[in-house]
């Protein structure tokens, strides 16, 4: 079945960097877009950023410049490299496959 598990989350200061991985299993990896969303509390989820299969990339406005998306196919991995990042990142962040979600990993910006 499909399993998608998030890792690489944790605290980290303002300004710093984290990289979450998404390990996929269960079906064909690189014939999928990818993506990553975020949901912080007592709001909604959001999305962050996708990659096609072709490798095109896509990013909310509030992360384009800062954070990175990019896919592995070999390792049917999917990765979100987050630099410069602010409090207004924290959230769970969660790796997206259509209608298919991982259990997620969190990330705190705190000083």
């Known amino acids: 079945q499909v399993q998608l598990v998030e890792s690489g989350g944790g605290l980290v200061q303002p300004g710093g960097s984290l990289r979450l991985s998404c390990a996929a299993s269960g079906f064909i990896f690189s014939k999928w877009t990818m993506g990553w969303y975020r949901q912080a509390p007592g709001k909604q989820r959001e999305f962050v950023a996708g990659?096609?299969?072709?490798?095109?990339?896509v990013y909310a406005d509030s992360v384009k410049g800062r954070f990175t998306i990019s896919r592995d196919n070999a390792k049917n991995t999917v990765y979100l490299q987050m630099n410069s990042l602010k409090p207004g990142d924290t959230a769970a962040y969660y790796c997206?496959?259509?209608?298919?979600w991982g259990q997620g990993t969190q990330v705190a910006v705190s000083s």
């Open positions: 990659v096609t299969t072709g490798g095109s990339t």
């Open positions: 997206n496959r259509a209608q298919r």
